[in-house]
């Protein structure tokens, strides 16, 4: 175990450090939202800007978030206060931290939600290839409409949803509980290598036996009639979600890197690997959905539904969808382990509790957020918690907390770290920390003083009036 001088574990090498935050970058963002917005906002427009996204704005905030964790060596407010305190700036700065550990716990709560529907399915394709064998395909004999029920079914039943929730959300626990190498540390390193393997071989399987050039000609034709302010919001929402920004994931595991690590160099790696894992989703995805005959637009309900219809007419189906969802799984989990440590780091050390205790408390309070979530789909459908402001009017428990924090916490908690590292940080700490030099650097200067705030500001603006 690595311990560094201010008593915290630090990650055991650098290449541990990518593949935790890379972990926690690919996830359900990338496998199950990246091919349903691009399907639903038409395709390569959307993912020509993604990428633009990605590059100016995504990135330096990345790299301003872990630089902030790596300098304070500690949970997320704690690290702003630290850098802002270095500056000789006010400690109240450590509200980005606060704002960014509060927006991670309310995530965690709903996409352990998620997390569960993917359990649901594992189990369902375990079952299927139980009954047909190795080589059949999925759900022989059964109708479209069987298959495509199989989620509303789950929708209905609130005992089950919230059962498989609570399952997810106490793996979860369990490896948050045992600390950043035993951890933490140990899925990231066990389960991306096994994700990435796995990922490979069933994009190979979709290029072999689905469609491979239409998948390719609608992701990467780029028409830019398509391309609405609509559409740019949700690839910006989008690629912070994907990035796992806003919300102090990344200033969390910032804070365990190691002083020799070059953080400009590792947060291009991350943002690379995760670009290239939403786009290879997508090439997954799509050329299996339109051999198929499918619509690209399905939405939420591309992967749980129109895949899995899709995977009836495939050879080896039923063993491919379990594949697909196991690996769906190990992304998802390495996720949420980074959404739980960021409250939990903080509620360990400014409470002076053990480890174990705060994962516990953190969990509990997840839990219940997480069955109210998953009793929104069923029991507590009419029940809109934010009903009396018009913006959250007729949104239930799980779209309410999805919305308040894609469209008021990642952008606030985005907006103030780059005024923050801009304005406010002592510059000299600053180029300390970024590993940048040269034109680079004035490059990333001006990205965070002035295109990230202001596309960000635009971005808060136009979430709250859409
Ligand atoms: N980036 C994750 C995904 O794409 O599924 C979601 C996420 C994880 C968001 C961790 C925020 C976070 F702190």
Not at 76 to 84: D, I, K, L, N
Not at 105 to 120: A, H, N, R
Not at 174 to 193: D, H, K, N, Q, T
């Amino acid at each position: 175990m690595a311990a560094s001088s201010v008593g915290h574990e630090n990650w055991s090498s650098r290449s541990a450090f990518i593949l935790a935050a890379v972990g926690s970058a690919v996830g359900l963002g990338n496998m199950w939202r990246f091919p349903a917005e691009a399907g639903e906002n038409g395709g390569g427009a959307f993912v020509l800007f993604y990428i633009f996204c990605v590059l100016l704005i995504g990135l330096p905030v990345l790299l301003s978030e872990v630089l902030i964790g790596r300098h304070g060596q500690a949970n997320a407010p704690e690290s702003v206060r630290r850098v802002a305190r270095d500056s000789n700036a006010s400690g109240g700065w450590g509200v980005i931290g606060s704002i960014g550990v509060f927006a991670a716990f309310l995530i965690l709560s709903f996409y352990c939600v998620v997390g569960g529907w993917v359990v649901y399915y594992i189990g369902v394709f375990a079952g299927d290839l139980f009954q047909t064998g190795l080589t059949g395909g999925a759900f022989e004999g059964r109708a479209a409409e069987d298959i495509e029920g199989l989620l509303p079914g789950l929708f209905g039943n609130g005992g089950l949803m919230a059962g498989l929730n609570l399952g997810f959300l106490a793996v979860t626990m369990f490896f948050v509980a045992r600390g950043v190498s035993s951890g933490i540390e140990w899925v990231a390193v066990y389960l991306m290598p096994l994700f990435f393997m796995l990922f490979l071989g069933i994009t190979i399987y979709g290029a072999f036996t689905g469609n491979f050039s239409e998948a390719v000609a609608y992701l990467f034709t780029f028409d830019f009639s398509k391309l609405t302010p609509e559409v740019m919001l949700a690839a910006v929402g989008q690629a912070f979600f994907s990035l796992s920004l806003g919300v102090a994931g990344m200033m969390t595991y910032g804070a365990y890197a190691n002083r020799d690590t070059n953080l400009g160099e590792t947060s291009g790696i991350i943002a690379g690997a995760d670009t290239a894992v939403a786009l290879l989703a997508g090439l997954a995805i799509f050329p299996i959905v339109f051999a198929a005959g499918l619509s690209a637009s399905a939405g939420p309900g591309l992967m749980f539904q129109s895949l899995p219809i899709a995977f009836q007419a495939m050879p080896f189906g039923s063993l491919i969808g379990l594949a697909f969802f196991i690996m769906i799984f190990f992304a998802a989990l390495t996720s949420s382990v980074s959404l739980l440590e960021a409250p939990t780091a903080w509620t360990h050390e400014r409470f002076k509790i053990t480890r174990p205790s705060a994962t516990i408390i953190v969990g509990l309070g997840a839990a219940i957020l997480g069955v109210l979530s998953a009793l929104s789909f069923n029991d507590l459908a009419e029940f809109y918690p934010l009903g009396f402001i018009p913006l959250f009017a007729e949104t239930n428990f799980f779209d309410t907390l999805d919305g308040v924090t894609a469209k008021l916490f990642m952008p606030i908690g985005a907006i103030l770290t780059c005024v923050f590292v801009g304005w406010v940080a002592d510059a000299r700490l600053i180029d300390d920390e970024n590993g940048l030099d040269g034109a680079l650097h004035l490059l990333w200067r001006v990205l965070v003083r002035f295109v990230c705030p202001t596309v960000l500001a635009v971005i808060l603006v136009m979430g709250l009036l859409a």
